[in-house]
Each structure stands twice: as C-alpha cells, then as structure tokens.
C-alpha cells in the first residue's frame, strides 16, 4: 500500500518562507511523478506543481511560478516543496500526490495516491 506522509506545513508571516517534504512509501518512487496540490476553505483542490520521476521536468502553476521550487531526491523517496515570498492567497491544506505516471502532469486524475494534507498559514 502506497502512503504518503506531508510535513513542514505552519503559519507564517507574509514574505516568508516554509519547505514542505513529503516522503513516500509503498512503491518504487523513483518510477513515479509526484506533484503538489493545494486546497483552500471552499475552493477546489488545485494544482501547484510537478516533477517527473527522475525529477528533469517541473511543472508549476502561474500563481506560484518564481517563489516556490519543486524537487525530489530518489534516494531519500522524499519530494520537497520550497515556498518563498508567500502570500495570503497561499493559504491553504497543502497535498502531495503520487503520480500514475513518470512523466509531471497537472491534473487530478493523473495522480493515484494522496497524502494527508499539511496546513500552511500566511498571516498578512
């Protein structure tokens, strides 16, 4: 069984910075995409970045693109997420996901397994 376990999440003032990690276990997670994901009170689950399984191609949403960095180290079965410059607007339960493919993609579906969630706080 895959899980996946978020951590680094909490509140922070506006133009800090936080490091998400998510380590994953229950697969080879070298042969996997993972990607991040973000929730916010009453809004849909969205997509914040990806990186493909040997971690050359990265993806990010336009909101987030230049203050936050996606990486991975395979060996540690751990994927990162670097969160600088963060806004109000980055408030919200954070997700990592495991992808059903090597290559990065954006969309929910192309994710088979999610973790628990870590909360991240932007206080104004």
């Known amino acids: 069984q895959v899980q996946l376990v978020e951590s680094g999440g909490g509140l922070v003032q506006a133009g800090g910075s936080l490091r998400l990690s998510c380590v994953a276990a229950g697969r080879t997670f070298s042969n996997y995409a993972m990607g991040w994901f973000r929730q916010a009170p009453g809004k849909e689950r969205e997509f914040v970045a990806a990186?493909?399984?040997?971690?050359?191609?990265?993806y990010y949403a336009d909101s987030v693109k230049g203050r936050f960095t996606i990486s991975r180290d395979n060996a540690k079965n751990t994927v990162y997420l670097q969160m600088n410059s963060l806004e109000p607007e980055d408030t919200a339960t954070y997700y990592c996901a495991g992808g059903r493919y090597g290559r990065a993609e954006i969309t929910l579906d192309d994710y088979a397994y999610w973790g628990q969630g870590t909360q991240v706080t932007v206080s104004s």
């Open positions: 990186i493909s399984y040997k971690g050359v191609r990265t």
